[in-house]
């Protein structure tokens, strides 16, 4: 097992910046890969950005809506992701979750795919 406990959500204004956390704990070593999803009111769940663990920075994967604007890593323990998030948004509202999965596909921006989840923490962009 896997677990998962994010921090660093917060209330920040349009064009404001916030750095969530991801700390993982349990069995790491089966990691695959570890993203950032969020989910708005009445809202799906959709992706944000992944890292795999694999190499020294590992892989990064984007939706086209932050594309640019935010930034994943994780440190070289590999046992916490980060998600910078700058020039926010007001749309960016949401609850923000991290996940982790133990294998590959090729469609990873699907949370249905995803094998463990946080608790969440919310981000309000105020305008």
């Known amino acids: 097992q896997v677990q998962l406990a994010e921090s660093g959500g917060g209330l920040v204004q349009a064009g404001g910046s916030l750095r969530l956390s991801c700390a993982a704990s349990?069995?790491?070593?089966?990691?695959?890969?570890m993203g950032w999803f969020r989910q708005a009111p009445g809202q799906e769940r959709e992706f944000v950005a992944r890292?795999?663990?694999?190499?020294?920075?590992?892989?990064?994967y984007y939706a086209d809506s932050v594309q640019g604007r935010f930034s994943i890593s994780r440190d070289n323990a590999k046992t916490t992701v980060y998600l910078q998030m700058n020039s926010l948004k007001t749309e960016d509202t949401a609850v923000y979750y991290c996940?982790?999965?133990?294998?590959?596909?090729?469609?990873?921006?699907?949370?249905?795919?995803?094998?463990?989840w946080g608790q969440g923490t919310q981000v309000t962009v105020s305008s």
């Open positions: 996940a982790a999965v133990r294998n590959y596909y090729r469609d990873l921006w699907r949370p249905a795919l995803y094998d463990y």
């Open positions: 890292i795999t663990w694999s190499g020294s920075a590992g892989n990064k």
């Open positions: 349990g069995r790491t070593l089966s990691i695959y890969s």
